[in-house]
């Protein structure tokens, strides 16, 4: 599937450059060109194919590359988590995680920043820890 990887990487950075626009301005151009030869109904008809089958096929790619993307962030903010003396081990794939977890997690977070410096991983809101904070 090397190929297709390279396809949607490809289209990602066709659609995001200068010539994705230009491109699409010239579609534009050759509907309004069209109109007076085929009538507007047959041109609205054709440019109306090509913009849908172009979408159908770009919705795939653009999200097969955005996936990666993202996977590759997750990557590299797991292996910071990992060699952060006190970050939370809880972090690691905290993607994986239900959206419940998630916002439990997120609320969390918001004690930290109200205990103020002191505090510097979501394990010191933990309830063990603070029963039997550290010495």
Known sequence: MK???????????????????????????????????????????????????????????????????????QVKLNELLASTHRASSQMINVENKSEEEVREIHDRYQKIQQKGLGSHSIDDTSPDHERNPPI
Request: avoid cysteine.
């Open 3 to 73: 190929w297709l990887e390279f396809l949607s990487q490809r289209a990602t950075d066709f659609v995001s450059s200068h010539w994705g626009t230009l491109t699409a301005l010239g579609v534009l151009a050759m509907w309004l060109v069209a109109i007076p030869f085929l009538g507007p109904s047959k041109a609205w008809g054709l440019v109306d194919k090509i913009i849908f089958a172009t979408s159908f096929l770009l919705l795939f790619l653009l999200q097969r590359s955005q996936t990666k993307a993202t996977l590759s962030i």
